[in-house]
């Protein structure tokens, strides 16, 4: 149980253009939903928190306009990163938090994306 | 000051040794402790869970908890070279996980 899927597992694209990766819990209703990104060598940064059918939150340093996330669904939250440059490469990474499973995160297989 | 720190390593152990790992943490309300594990370019996998002061065993691993001097250790016994990865640290705050960096083991086959 507990698994999380994201889509696509990697993604080239050029620079301005926009990408909309899915995460997806298959086997749970996640309550909430996060948002991490790791650059090489380093530990996951949270961006934001999304709860189904609200605003996500943001952390500091975020831009919510470059950064999309809408958790319409207790199953499916959505990035999208918004006119792409070159130091938006990096690997994001999903995670979901199910109702009655306390803090636990189950985290997605990660999006790698590299911007031309 | 950093919210949860972690022991830097590299960490090379031996295979069948047991390889130790620490965590500090600055939160002293915070009451959940994760211990994930992350391949390299893959995502982080959950390995163990603790709440209450102690030890917690899960086949080879084992977590221990000190809320008192706000620090968490994870132990690996029987290290296998399959074991070599970077160990995240995570404790909640305000429902955040707050990760360390890291520290990466080896496992010499």
């Known amino acids: 149980g507990a698994v999380v899927s994201q889509h696509p597992s990697r993604v080239i694209c050029k620079s301005g253009t926009s990408v909309k990766i899915e995460c997806r819990s298959l086997?749970?209703?996640?309550?909430?939903m996060f948002w991490y990104r790791q650059f090489p060598k380093k530990s996951l940064m949270l961006m934001a928190t999304?709860?189904?059918?609200?605003?996500?939150?943001?952390e500091q340093g975020v831009e919510k306009d470059k950064f999309l996330i809408n958790h319409a669904s207790l199953t499916l939250s959505t990035l999208t990163v918004t006119s792409a440059h070159p130091e938006d490469s990096s690997f994001y990474i999903c995670?979901?938090?199910?109702?009655?499973?306390?803090?636990?995160?189950?985290f997605g297989p990660g999006t790698r994306l590299t911007v031309l | 000051q950093k919210e949860v720190e972690q022991n830097s390593g590299p960490l090379s152990v031996p295979e069948g040794a047991i390889a130790s790992l620490n965590c500090t943490y600055s939160d002293r309300g915070s009451q959940s402790f994760f211990w994930y594990r992350q391949y390299s370019g893959k995502s982080p996998e959950l390995i163990m869970s603790i709440y209450s002061n102690g030890d917690k065993e899960d086949g080879r691993f084992t977590a221990q908890l000190n809320k008192a001097s706000q620090y968490v250790s994870l132990l690996i016994r029987d290290s296998q070279p399959s074991d070599s990865a970077t160990y995240l640290c995570a404790v909640i705050n305000d429902y955040k996980l707050s990760f360390g960096a890291g520290t990466t083991v080896t496992v010499r086959a």
């Open positions: 086997d749970f209703q996640a309550t909430t």
């Open positions: 995670s979901a938090r199910g109702e009655g499973a306390g803090d636990t995160q189950y």
């Open positions: 999304s709860n189904e059918g609200s605003k996500a939150t943001y």
